[in-house]
Nanobody, 127 residues
Framework: VQLVESGGGSVQAGGSLTLSCVVS????????MGWFRQVPGKSREGVAA????????VYGDSVKGRFTISQDNAKNTVYLQMNNLKPEDTATYYC??????????????????????WGQGTQVTVS
């Protein structure tokens, strides 16, 4: 499985960005994809995740109501729409993938150690 993120950049507080993650190499949509973020010196934080077969989602507390994860299965792409960005959202954002996930386990597996495949990361800077 390969993941390629895009869409990062610099934005002023209150602005919006949309990140994209194109996935290749997985066999079907019965898997979960997530967005995590990390700042230097801190552990990787879960932002949002989606069970691709049914569209169920889960969000980190710090982004609820501001960020939305969505997908276009025809394009094998998962998106992260980020609105009302704050300086504390500044981080490197990573796309991740796991097949050991379903509608029942999405929330319990919403952590870094549960995802096997990772993208290279894309920087988001909010000033």
């Amino acid at each position: 499985v390969q993941l390629v993120e895009s869409g990062g950049g610099s934005v002023q507080a209150g602005g919006s960005l949309t990140l994209s993650c194109v996935v290749s190499g997985d066999t079907d949509s019965r898997n979960c994809m997530g967005w995590f973020r990390q700042v230097p010196g801190k552990s990787r934080e879960g932002v949002a995740a989606i069970y691709r077969a049914e569209g169920g989602t889960v969000y980190g507390d710090s982004v609820k109501g501001r960020f939305t994860i969505s997908q276009d299965n025809a394009k094998n792409t998962v998106y992260l729409q980020m609105n009302n960005l704050k300086p504390e959202d500044t981080a490197t954002y990573y796309c991740a993938h796991t097949e050991a996930c379903n509608r029942y386990t999405l929330s319990s597996r919403f952590r870094q150690s549960a995802f096997e495949y990772w993208g290279q990361g894309t920087q988001v800077t909010v000033s």
